[in-house]
């Protein structure tokens, strides 16, 4: 419809998202690599699209801004970056509870968010949604801009 500079977001490692982790993980603790597998595929598809698009849309600027691999690096890799907790989210047990269900009602709630990658079962923390924004604005912002 004419828009020509585009930012999209690809898709995060599912497989290590703490809902997930409770549902899918047969009791491990460790991400779902079946998961992040899908997640994977995802992304390559979205790359693929997003080349033909770029062909076929003149003056186009489009810029797939990776989640994957900062929000992975985090989880895997948590105490570099400031955090300790990444298999519970925030709120509630951090297990399962995830949007609506995760309220100031929730049972357990911790006292400080900022050490937690995720705030919910399934969505970062406001401490990693700064990292991830940096970084988008880092490597993302730029090649809009060129
Ligand atoms: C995920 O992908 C990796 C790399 O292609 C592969 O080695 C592994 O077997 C896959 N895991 C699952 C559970 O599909
Ligand atoms: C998608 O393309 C980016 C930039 O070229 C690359 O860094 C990334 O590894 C690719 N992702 C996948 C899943 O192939
Ligand atoms: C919970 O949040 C709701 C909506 O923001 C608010 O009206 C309510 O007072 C809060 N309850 C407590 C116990 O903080
Ligand atoms: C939360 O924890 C962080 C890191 O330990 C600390 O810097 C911060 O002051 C704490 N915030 C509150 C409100 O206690």
Redesign the pocket.
Known sequence: MGAREIGVTNAAPMGCLPVLITLFGSHSNECVDRLNNDSIDYNKNLNKTSQNLRKILPGIKLVVCDIYQPLYNLVTNPSEN?FSETRRGYCGTGLLETAIICNNMSIGTC?????YVFWDGAHPSEATNKILADTMVAADIPLLMS
């Open positions: 400031g006292a400080n968010a900022s050490n």
